[in-house]
T-cell receptor, first 117, second 117 residues
Framework: AQTVTQSQPEMSVQEAETVTLSCTYD???????LFWYKQPPSRQMILVIR??????QNATENRFSVNFQKAAKSFSLKISDSQLGDTAMYFC??????????????FGTGTRLTIIP | GAVVSQHPSWVICKSGTSVKIECRSL??????MFWYRQFPKQSLMLMAT?????????EQGVEKDKFLINHASLTLSTLTVTSAHPEDSSFYIC?????????????FGPGTRLTVL
């Protein structure tokens, strides 16, 4: 079974600064997908970024980028120029490859990020 | 982008009654939908995987007779909490996978807060 670990329960950073959220995972699969989801106070889960394990290039989405280290099984999220709207719970998630529609997500315990004005 | 809706967003019911929560994919057909439960300040716990036209697959420890799931069409899945009790009070979230394209990305509904008195 896969496990996802987020070792930082809470973090805070000043607005406009850069912050990195950590995530490690354990799997015996060689191909898989990794995600970061954001859950703001509204509790709507929002996809932040997605990484395919077979791709060596780190995914980026505007101010969000990942550092994917496959050998180390590490998948950290960097938020640059942080904004007040980035305040949310962030979940790292793992998914095995497509399996006839049964693609389960395994979530970490989350990191609560607060952006300080 | 792919949009998933849930209805109702908030429901209060008396102990012993049944409550139905709807999950709809608005702009795509979802062959697979997932139901999660989230307790305050905790991560998402997968309850079951719902495939259109077939029986749902429940996670270990989830009572299938208590949490009835029906996926009657490619755009609608329902979760019925039968004979609800206060311990069933929680935040329920659905997600849907979009076949083809970004097949391995799940899009989440806004959640339903259930309070059982």
């Amino acid at each position: 079974a896969q496990t996802v670990t987020q070792s930082q329960p809470e973090m805070s950073v000043q607005e406009a600064e850069t912050v990195t959220l950590s995530c490690t995972y354990d799997t015996s699969e060689s191909n898989y997908y990794l995600f970061w989801y954001k859950q703001p106070p509204s509790r709507q889960m929002i996809l932040v970024i997605r990484q395919e394990a077979y791709k060596q290039q780190n995914a980026t989405e505007n101010r969000f980028s990942v550092n994917f280290q496959k050998a180390a099984k590490s998948f950290s999220l960097k938020i640059s120029d942080s904004q007040l709207g980035d305040t949310a719970m962030y979940f790292c998630a793992f998914m095995k490859p497509f399996n006839f529609g049964n693609e389960k997500l395994t979530f970490g315990t989350g990191t609560r990020l607060t952006i300080i004005p | 982008g792919a949009v998933v809706s849930q209805h109702p967003s908030w429901v209060i019911c008396k102990s012993g009654t049944s409550v139905k929560i709807e999950c709809r994919s608005l702009d795509f057909q979802a062959t697979t939908m997932f139901w999660y439960r989230q307790f305050p300040k905790q991560s998402l716990m997968l309850m079951a995987t719902s495939n259109e036209g077939s029986k749902a697959t429940y996670e270990q420890g989830v009572e299938k007779d208590k949490f009835l799931i029906n996926h009657a069409s490619l755009t609608l899945s329902t979760l019925t909490v039968t004979s609800a009790h206060p311990e069933d009070s929680s935040f329920y979230i659905c997600s849907a996978s979009e076949p083809g394209g970004a097949t391995d990305t799940q899009y989440f509904g806004p959640g339903t807060r259930l309070t059982v008195l």
